[in-house]
């Protein structure tokens, strides 16, 4: 956008009554708050609190039901997300827009080339993504293929790539979910930079601390309801927490490290390959013990989930690997073979591999269990003991069913989790091979499975515990290793590391490419 | 308790929106059908009740309508079995015609006594037309070549094999129209027993409805039953559960094949008592289309086949007594599947939001 509108009103936006309803469920309810020009202004709120949606309002990617939006003491009406663009609100998504097959300089210029006729005008595109790149100091590889980056560049190309449309408002959607905490403070850094250029930036997260250390201001939202604005320096992360949920959180697992028993399995010399026969693991070894769990931290992609798959029995252990469970070779073993030797599995991606969502709740907790634990037959559904077995998971771990017969589709992201935690939890499983169990559900039912994750320990269960959220790591694991490019890292015993160490070990040891802004 | 209530709405609302689907559907289908009649100079009601009469008038017509169901019975569970577990068997009349070849040349070259003939035709059908599934399914696995590719290519493939090697068996090359390329007769103790006399409504009925019964049970009670149906529903997370997918695929793709196979056994042992070349007026898509219908359920399966029977046999009766062409019926068959395949949950949940806007803005 253009300069003359820096001396305007003192909001850069403003919301009056926004509202968007999915049938009886409020997503946004009246939400009304302004947010001031040249700040950081941080929106809070667990899942489900409308944070979503209230962005995608801005970006014209949701229609509100009800409700203006005022930019600039304007009320603005927006025909579509191009629309919301021009008039310079920017958005840079969880996960990145970005081509993968595609150089740096073609994804900053997709759909907003300067033009020469019918032509696209490089020249002069180049010319002004090179200038951006110069005047909010970033240095980006223009010319080089998107796939072969790493995170923390790809989140700077978002950035260069909303600059270049001329955006006045950033809008961020949890940008630090994949980076290491090196690469948080390189955000944060550059996000300091953009506001000292006179930009404003709406700054969306669940971690509070990250709120505290950048933010000028505060929003809550809880229930899609607006709570309030608050100044910081008015908050603690308790007070913020308790505003959050109207509760109060305990935000710490308060861990007793116990005595590990016999090992449970043993990793040697593990080595994967993909389909594309590049390597994923590379000669992992380790032992888990009875009682204990060990936590596997590491920067997403760095080889985590072909760990657990291939212990399970879902991807191929490369010649030479071997994997002993109870003093048994059980590599190669088939997922089915596994769980008839109780190894159980939580899978990262809950909604594909976790659950069925057109399935009834019955349906989705026997799985796994059916032939695991079988049923009275060999060849028919017990549905009298299916039933039974339901039950208990839907009690014990608090799971919020209408009915065991409704789809597990019409279940909260928390509650949904509860139920894949909770069966596998419910089998006596003697090893379980768990992948971020907490990713993206509320804080109460965080503190719920992460409890229920040491009892589970305690009771003489070994559990691999692979988590991107290192916070996690650090509260649960009594030994933690850093996988980083395939391998594995010693990450010390509970306690052991503090954060930055493990953030450290995260990226090999070496120093942060997220370096460019000083 | 509010989400719970929010919950209970939702539900309510997909049960509605099922029950919608069929209203809303046969209604448009119905003001189509009758602005093609009226098109076509003909008069509705007369079309409408020559249908019925064509269908259901008398015995004769039962009865056609029986022998037109048997085969859209055993064709659409077959084609449910594979859907339902997310495997697209489009090779339904491929399976079929060696199905039904293999059944004749069993039912002319053996002697057996008679219901012994009749099961063994019935059997080395179904064997046939597994055989011919176990194709596609190799393919798939072996070198990952989409089934839906090979199903539709093997049925040409299978047409016109059949074709040939019937015109083997009839010992040369004499044969001038496809319609006298054939095998010989089957024996009196293969032909199955017509229910009615002078129609082609054999026993094979309850053999088609004891299939569709196994078929219920097998997802109702069993654990491969449980499991087949997990599997179409949602593959990762059935592999993730200790499920062995491929076994899986394989035994959908030959249980499919089977009863595939069995309908072009029924066809040539119930009907026509002997192969003729290119016999099928692609009964395979049929299926294809009596499942979709249905939405692969089987109880569905039973419903539908006797009313795309009854099409049949009625629309050559509305022929016959009106102006009209009986292919109207198949244009509507088709424009019905069409409605049946229209997403109105997403539709309904549009409407819902606009009026939810409306509200508000009232309320202001």
Same mark, same amino acid.
Request: hydrophobic share 45%; aromatic share 10%.
């Given at each position: ?9 003192? *909001? ?103 033009? @020469?006729?019918? $032509? ?67 955000? $944060? ?35 899609? @309801? ?26 710490? +697992? ?35 013990? +009875? ?5 596997? +931290? ?7 989930? *072909? ?81 039974? $077995? ?103 015993? *509970? ?24 | ?24 559907? /046969?209604?448009?289908?119905? !003001? ?18 020559? =249908? ?20 859209? =019975? ?64 190799? #393919? ?11 199903? /539709? ?16 068996? =009839? ?35 309850? /053999?088609?409805?004891?299939?569709? #019964?196994?078929?219920? !049970? ?9 499991? =087949? ?136």
């Amino acid at each position: 956008m253009s300069e003359n509108i820096s001396n305007q009103s003192e *909001y850069v936006l403003e919301t009056r009554d926004i509202c968007k309803f999915y049938g009886p469920l409020k997503a946004n309810d009246h939400i009304s708050l302004k947010v001031k020009r040249n700040t950081i202004h941080a929106i809070v709120g667990e899942n489900g609190a409308g944070k979503s949606t209230l962005m995608g309002i801005l970006t014209d990617t949701v229609k509100p039901d009800y409700g203006d939006i005022i930019l600039n003491g304007e009320k603005v009406v927006f025909r579509n997300p191009m629309d919301a663009c021009r008039h310079g609100i920017g958005m840079i998504y969880q996960e990145f827009m970005l081509a993968p097959n595609f150089s740096v300089f073609e994804n900053i210029i997709v759909g907003f080339e300067e033009t @020469k006729g019918a $032509f696209v005008d490089y020249k002069k595109s180049r010319e002004k993504v090179e200038k951006i790149c110069k005047d909010y100091n970033f240095n980006l590889p223009l010319d080089e293929v998107i796939n072969e980056l790493p995170v923390a560049m790809l989140q700077q190309i978002e950035i260069v790539k909303v600059l270049y449309r001329g955006a006045d408002l950033i809008i961020m959607d949890e940008p630090t979910s994949t980076l290491t905490p090196q690469g948080i403070e390189g955000l $944060f850094q550059a996000m300091r930079v953009l506001k000292a250029a006179g930009k404003t930036i709406l700054f969306i997260t669940h971690k509070l601390q990250e709120v505290f250390e950048v933010s000028d201001e505060i929003t809550v939202l809880r229930l899609g @309801k607006y709570v309030g604005t608050y100044d910081p320096k008015d908050l603690n992360q308790q007070k913020l927490a308790n505003l959050m949920v109207g509760r109060e959180v305990i935000l710490q +697992a308060n861990k007793q490290p116990g005595e590990p028993g016999e090992p449970v399995l043993s990793v040697r010399n593990l080595s994967v390959y993909d389909q594309d026969n590049i390597q994923r693991l590379k000669n992992v070894s380790f032992d888990i013990h +009875a009682g204990e769990i060990l936590g596997i +931290a590491g920067v997403a992609g760095s080889g985590q989930q *072909y760990l657990s798959k291939t212990i399970f029995g879902l991807s191929k252990a490369a010649e030479g690997s071997k994997i002993e469970y109870l003093g048994k070779d059980i590599t190669g073993n088939t997922p089915r073979e596994n769980r008839a030797d109780h190894i159980g599995y939580v899978p990262q991606d809950r909604m594909v591999m976790g659950c069925d969502v057109k399935t009834s709740i019955w349906e989705n907790t026997i799985m796994g269990y059916h032939r695991a634990h079988g049923f009275k037959t060999r060849w028919l559904v017990d549905h009298k003991d299916a039933n039974q $077995f339901t039950e208990k998971v839907v009690d014990d771990f608090a799971v919020k069913v209408q009915s065991i017969n409704s789809n597990v589709g019409s279940l909260s992201g928390g509650n949904i989790q509860k139920l894949i935690v909770g069966r596998e939890f419910s089998q006596d499983n003697k090893l379980l091979l768990i992948e971020d169990p907490t990713r993206g559900i509320d804080v109460g039912a965080i503190e719920y499975i992460w409890g229920k994750l040491l009892e589970f320990a305690s009771q003489g269960a070994a559990v691999l515990l692979v988590s991107h959220e290192l916070n996690e790591v650090m509260e649960l694991s009594d030994r933690i290793m850093v996988m980083y490019n395939g391998e594995l890292y010693d990450g010390g015993k *509970y306690g052991e590391f503090d954060e930055s160490q493990l953030g450290l070990l995260m990226t090999g040891g070496v120093a942060q490419k997220y370096e460019t802004i000083e | 308790m509010k989400p719970l209530n929010s919950l209970k709405h939702f539900l309510a609302d997909s049960t509605k929106i099922n029950v919608a689907r069929y209203v809303i559907s /046969l209604i448009a289908t119905l !003001l189509i059908g009758y602005l093609l009649i009226v098109a076509n100079n003909a008069n509705a009601g007369v079309a409408l009740r020559e =249908m019925f009469k064509g269908a259901f008038g008398s015995k004769l017509a039962i009865g056609n309508t029986i022998h037109w169901a048997i085969p859209c =019975m055993l064709v659409g569970i077959s084609a449910a079995v594979a859907f339902k577990s997310g495997v697209f068997n489009l090779g339904l009349e491929g399976q079929l015609y060696f199905g039904a070849l293999t059944a004749a040349c069993v039912g002319y070259m053996i002697e057996l006594p008679p219901v012994v003939h009749q099961l063994a035709c019935i059997f080395a059908g179904g064997l046939a037309g597994l055989l011919y599934a176990l194709i596609p399914a190799l #393919l798939k696995l072996y070198f990952k070549i989409d089934e839906v590719i090979t199903t /539709l290519l093997l049925n040409y493939v299978a047409v016109l094999a059949t074709e040939y090697i019937t015109l083997k068996l =009839m010992g040369g090359n004499s044969a001038t129209s496809q319609t006298s390329i054939v095998t010989p007769f089957v024996n009196k103790t293969a032909e199955l027993t017509p229910i009615i006399k002078g129609t082609s409504a054999t026993t094979g009925l309850f /053999l088609a409805l004891a299939i569709i #019964l196994i078929v219920y !049970l097998l997802y109702k009670y069993t654990l491969v039953g449980y499991e =087949m149906k997990m599997v179409g529903s949602n593959l990762p997370f059935s592999r993730a559960g200790g499920v062995d997918s491929n076994k899986m695929f394989i035994i959908i793709f030959l249980v499919s094949g089977f009863i595939a196979g069995i309908c072009g056994a029924t066809e040539v042992i119930g009907v026509n008592h002997r192969f003729i070349a290119q016999f099928s007026a692609n009964l395979g898509w049929d299926g294809v289309m009596i499942t979709r219908v249905a939405a692969n359920s089987p109880v569905g399966v039973l419903l539908v086949s006797f009313i795309w029977a009854a099409f049949k046999t009625g629309a050559m009766q509305m022929e016959r007594a009106t102006t009209l062409n009986r292919y109207t019926m198949n244009l509507l068959q088709a424009l019905f599947v069409l409605f049946i395949s229209i997403d109105y949950g997403m539709l309904y949940r549009k409407y819902k939001d606009k009026k939810a806007r409306e509200a508000i803005k009232k309320e202001e």
